[in-house]
């Protein structure tokens, strides 16, 4: 059996079935892994004799008919930033090459108890935000669409292993758009669920006010049985929401029908970087949801500028205040980028960062607001395709052509769902944003956005 393809429904069903084992599916990935990732660079650290104890684990026990649910035998991996117990998590920099935790994260648990197979770490930018960079202890991943241009950051290793087939799943983190824009960048789901819905202790953090961590996969359906797994509360996370888990698949293929999608198109009409693929993509887009007999109409939000304001000063403050120590006294191992980054944040006041929290809740109000008429926004995820690493992009820039962060500002779930490739052929995605913990309409309009732009039928690279 080819495996390459399989969906993670799909190598569930096999494994049940007998067609496939657990074994078999982590001796392919490891080999597709070992096949081509000294181009690509997607991993920090292959697990590769865990992986096959774990596998042969899970064949013992479907064997013996203990079925610990949809991951039990699927293999995965992990953005760099995630603890696991007794293996090395370095945030892809020099700083913590000798950090091995103790302990698992709460998501790296919730594998782990779910039978899932673990790979290995993968590639981000230096403490998910300094990148793409050529001073690092490891090389930066590449774009399997294209090498010589970047995955998007700061989950670029997650990106890369999915595009490229070795892994169906991998999570990343997002504090600016860390998941969706890879996702948008490399042709795959990206969803950053609601602030809170996934805990995020364990995760080494960039921003307190904006982390959240999701996963980046191939489908719609594989980050619906992603986030089934790992939604809940956690009371040892000061962020984490008690809020319900839905049965998030329950609606997944009800289609579109009836329901009110707005379009802020004021956020990427008139922005210089903005290009002629990008709004062919949400235009297709939107005239396929409204032949699917939903109402798609613009609406009007705050600037988006303010959005990005907000986000850059929250972020930095935050950033700053979890380096400062090391930024005194270990500057010099820091990465370049990262470490010009970083230092942006000393200079915020008390002020200006109190500013930003009270601009942050009215933003967030005009998007509650918008989304009491509309069951979803659609919007760009990025205003172009991917760069390539001869132009590099300042992910912090106003001018920047991720159009991410105003969900991270106001907390709401949002996806990026690829619609087509650009006349460069390089994948173009959409990004689609619910109501605070309702996940499930994001995931029913952004599945029906699969289906009609007929992204599904689309080889990957």
Excluded at 30 to 38: F, M, N, T, Y
Excluded at 48 to 69: I, P, S
């Amino acid at each position: 059996m080819d495996t390459r393809d399989l969906s993670i429904a799909e190598m569930g069903k096999a494994l049940r079935s007998g067609a496939v084992t657990s074994m078999k599916l982590t001796q392919d990935a490891l080999e597709r892994v070992q096949a081509q990732d000294d181009k690509l660079h997607a991993f920090v650290l292959l697990t590769e004799d865990l992986a096959l104890a774990q596998a042969g684990r899970a064949d013992a026990e479907l064997k013996a008919g203990r079925d610990r649910g949809a991951f039990h035998g699927i293999p995965y991996a992990l953005k760099d930033i995630y603890d696991t117990a007794g293996i090395r998590t370095t945030c892809h920099s020099k700083l913590r090459l000798d950090n091995v935790p103790a302990h698992n994260s709460i998501v790296a648990g919730k594998f782990d108890s779910a039978g899932a197979v673990l790979l290995g770490k993968l590639a981000t930018h230096e403490f998910a935000l300094g990148g793409p960079s050529f001073d690092l202890p490891f090389p930066p991943a590449r774009n399997p669409w294209n090498t010589d241009h970047v995955t998007g950051g700061s989950s670029s290793g997650s990106a890369t292993a999915i595009a490229s087939r070795m892994v169906r799943m991998a999570m990343g983190s997002d504090t600016g758009g860390s998941i969706r824009g890879p996702a948008a960048w490399c042709g795959l789901v990206g969803i950053k669920p609601t602030y809170g819905r996934v805990s995020r202790r364990g995760v080494f953090p960039l921003s307190w006010a904006l982390d959240h961590c999701g996963p980046l996969s191939r489908s719609v359906e594989d980050s619906v049985l992603t986030l089934q797994l790992l939604a809940g509360h956690d009371r040892h996370d000061a962020a984490s929401a008690d809020v319900p888990v839905p049965d998030y698949s329950a609606g997944l293929n009800k289609g579109v029908k009836g329901l009110r999608i707005g379009i802020p198109r004021d956020f990427f009409v008139g922005a210089s970087a903005t290009t002629h693929d990008v709004l062919a993509g949400i235009d297709r887009t939107a005239a396929q949801l409204r032949e699917a007999g939903a109402v798609v109409e613009d609406v009007k939000l705050p600037d988006y500028a303010l959005f990005g304001a907000a986000g850059r000063v929250i972020m930095m403050a935050e950033a700053y205040a979890i380096h400062e120590a090391d930024m005194q006294t270990r500057l010099l191992d820091y990465g370049e980028i990262t470490a010009n980054r970083f230092v942006l944040g000393a200079t915020v006041r008390a002020v200006d960062y109190l500013a930003a929290l009270r601009v942050r809740r009215e933003l967030t109000d005009a998007v509650n607001e918008a989304l009491r008429h509309y069951d979803a926004l659609l919007c760009l995820s990025a205003l172009s395709t991917a760069p390539g690493f001869d132009a590099p992009v300042d992910a912090l820039s106003s001018a920047a052509p991720m159009q991410t962060i105003p969900f991270n500002v106001t907390g709401h779930p949002a996806m990026s769902v690829p619609v087509g490739l650009g006349s460069d052929g390089l994948p173009v995605g959409v990004q689609i944003v619910g109501r605070a913990f309702d996940e499930a309409t994001v995931f029913r309009v952004g599945r029906a956005v699969e289906v009609l732009s007929g992204w599904e039928g689309v080889a990957l690279p």
